[in-house]
């Protein structure tokens, strides 16, 4: 079992999980993060840490998030990793919970 970042953290990247992940596993890109299904060990520390609530365990993803899974391996290959917490986005709590993002998600 791996963690995913889903469509919530999309415009939001508050990085918080980023501080606790023992294996730096989190990829960053330009509005978002991804976790690094190969790198994750499953320890559980980020999921709580995440404000928008956007991480989950993979067997728990929403049915309606089921392609983050795919997209977190896919771009967790292409993106670099990140082991400090950066500049959250100003407007990062103006798009918390806001639903429909993925048209939003820059590569």
Not at 20 to 25: A, E, L, S
Not at 79 to 90: H, R
Request: proline letters at 8%; hydrophobic letters at 35%.
């Amino acid at each position: 079992m791996t963690f995913v970042v889903t469509e919530n953290c999309i415009r939001c990247k508050y990085m918080d999980c980023v501080e606790v992940c023992p294996v730096d596993c989190f990829h960053e890109g330009p509005n978002m993060l991804v976790i690094d299904p190969e790198e994750c060990i499953d320890c559980t520390l980020c999921e709580p840490e995440c404000p928008s609530e956007a991480i989950y365990a993979d067997d728990e993803v929403p049915e309606d998030q089921q392609h983050f899974i795919k997209l977190n391996e896919e771009l967790s290959q292409e993106w670099p990793v990140i082991t400090e917490i950066g500049d959250v986005p100003a407007d990062a709590d103006e798009w918390k919970d806001k639903p429909n993002k993925l048209d939003l998600l820059e590569r």
